[in-house]
């Protein structure tokens, strides 16, 4: 009886019982929650380039959150995630440019192991069929409406899309 008393109010002075594990939303785990178990199998598995990679993923929520002051939920973390991303094919034209391969090619790692943690992406008769219904929804007739329908559009394909490609396919669909 003494022990558990004493568990009890351990795990209730340090905090213990605020640390949920899986969202509330549903039993699946959150993804910042699957990001640390990830790192703790990279961990074990002594992957140290994967476990690099996700550190630096875990930085940049991290950084997120304490800059605005919130908790980041999965919406945020994927927002993190594809920014990170984009620098990351920004770097790889830069180092492909100048003939740095080797850097290039931990670059793409990068990519690959990122990625993994995006929902599944829409394929590009996906895409057109989100872009056609917007654009008829909003009545866009050119490229002066590019704006109207980029804003509509993007919410529907956040996470799951490349934004520079559905832009490409936004301007061609308005002619």
Same mark, same amino acid.
């Given at each position: ?45 002594? =992957?140290?380039? !994967?476990?690099? $990679?996700?550190? +630096? ?5 991290? @950084?997120?959150?304490? %800059? /605005? ?35 290039? =090619?931990?670059? !793409?790692?990068? $990519?690959?192991? +990122? ?5 599944? @992406?829409?394929?590009? %008769? /996906? ?49």
């Amino acid at each position: 009886m003494r022990r558990l008393w004493i568990s009890a109010t351990f795990s209730y002075l340090y905090g213990l019982h605020l640390s949920p594990v899986y969202s509330d939303k549903d039993n699946s785990m959150s993804l910042k929650a699957q990001i640390s178990e990830d790192m703790k199998t990279a961990m074990r598995a002594k =992957d140290m380039q !994967k476990l690099g $990679v996700i550190r +630096l993923l875990q930085a940049a929520i991290k @950084q997120r959150e304490v %800059d /605005e002051r919130i908790e980041l939920d999965d919406d945020a973390v994927i927002a993190a995630i594809e920014k990170m991303l984009k620098q990351r094919r920004d770097s790889i034209a830069a180092f492909e440019g100048a003939n740095r391969h080797d850097l290039a =090619d931990q670059e !793409k790692f990068e $990519v690959t192991v +990122l990625q993994g943690y995006l929902p599944a @992406q829409l394929s590009e %008769d /996906e895409i057109n069929a989100i872009i056609a219904k917007v654009v008829a929804e909003t009545g866009a007739a050119g490229a002066k409406d590019m704006g109207k329908v980029v804003g509509a559009v993007k919410p529907l394909v956040a996470g799951k899309a490349d934004m520079a490609k559905v832009s490409g396919l936004i301007k061609a669909a308005l002619g």
